[in-house]
């Protein structure tokens, strides 16, 4: 769903690869996250290079955002509206958007977003923002003054891209967690791999499994995270490789789609949040269509209050575990 995928230029939306996973998706009972609305990359050269004024920049983007999601009204739950707009010092990103219209275009983004579909969840999405940090103390702030406004904003995507080399401290995520919890923030891993500097080793695939479980188990531990979603399932297809060269192997399945050993550690720690009929948690795997668009892992959370126990479903109505469809 990212703008230059959309509007190759001023006066076309291109929705027909996106129509095509949605439709699938719908077909095969799974939820969708559309990602993203607002972002400073991805951007097609009329915006970008066009020369526009603010403006235009302005109508613009409401436009968009009002046509992206009024064409999925009740289709697709889930929005990533704005994306990565904070540094990693706390501060705004420097970015297209904040220098051609100024820091109100996050608040409008989530008001235009609201306005074409009041029954979607809307998420300011983010990387780097896992952990206590100048970064995630800058997302909080962003999000808290985001709320005080009456700005219609239900949650934080955490995206999850770790390296296999970064100490991750569970409490540290935990405490992320809860303190936008605090805000009445849901929050969701949205883009979850964990990437390994090649060559691999077997001792490097247990470790990576590791690390999969404790960002798993921290997203069941807090009662604020609702939704834990791989940024793909096989290797075979992972961006990792191009977007980081020397590293790879970063997902659950490799390129044969076989499972690694970070699958079988996701599904010791979902088994262990078994439902109170006793049923366990497998993954369904699916095939996509053909049309350029992956699919993504999501298992949600639902907590039963009265028993105390914790529920790993999807969020369909018939509570099967399954594959998210992911809009790119």
Request: aromatic fraction near 10%; proline fraction near 4%; glycine fraction near 8%.
């Amino acid at each position: 769903m990212k703008f230059r995928a959309i509007r190759p230029d001023r006066r076309t939306f291109a929705f027909h690869p996106a129509d095509q996973v949605v439709d699938f998706a719908l077909r095969n009972d799974m939820q969708i996250r559309g990602t993203n609305l607002v972002w400073h990359l991805g951007l097609p050269d009329w915006i970008s290079n066009g020369r526009l004024s603010r403006a235009e920049l302005l109508q613009i983007l409401e436009e968009h955002i009002k046509t992206v999601v009024g064409r999925y009204k009740g289709r697709i739950q889930y929005w990533d509206v704005v994306n990565e707009a904070v540094d990693d010092d706390g501060q705004l990103r420097d970015t297209f958007w904040l220098r051609t219209i100024g820091p109100e275009y996050i608040e409008l983004a989530f008001r235009w977003a609201n306005e074409a579909d009041p029954g979607a969840k809307l998420f300011y999405n983010d990387t780097r923002g896992e952990r206590l940090n100048q970064k995630s103390d800058g997302i909080f702030i962003l999000v808290r003054d985001l709320l005080s406004k009456g700005v219609p904003i239900h949650g934080v995507g955490l995206q999850g891209h770790v390296s296999l080399s970064d100490a991750l401290e569970s409490w540290e995520l935990r405490e992320n967690i809860a303190r936008l919890g605090g805000l009445g923030l849901d929050v969701h891993f949205t883009e979850v791999d964990v990437r390994i500097d090649e060559p691999v080793s077997s001792q490097d695939l247990v470790a990576q499994a590791t690390v999969f479980r404790e960002l798993l188990k921290a997203c069941l531990d807090e009662e604020a995270c609702k939704v834990f979603v791989l940024w793909g399932f096989t290797d075979k297809f992972s961006w990792i490789p191009t977007s980081y060269p020397g590293f790879g192997t970063a997902l659950i399945f490799d390129e044969f789609y076989e499972p690694k050993p970070a699958y079988w550690s996701l599904m010791e720690a979902l088994n262990e949040r078994m439902d109170i009929s006793g049923r366990r948690v497998p993954f369904r795997r699916e095939r996509s269509p053909d049309s350029g668009i992956g699919l993504h892992g999501h298992v949600s959370r639902e907590s039963t209050r009265a028993s105390g126990a914790a529920r790993c479903s999807s969020l369909s109505t018939s509570r099967r575990p399954a594959f998210s469809a992911h809009c790119l």
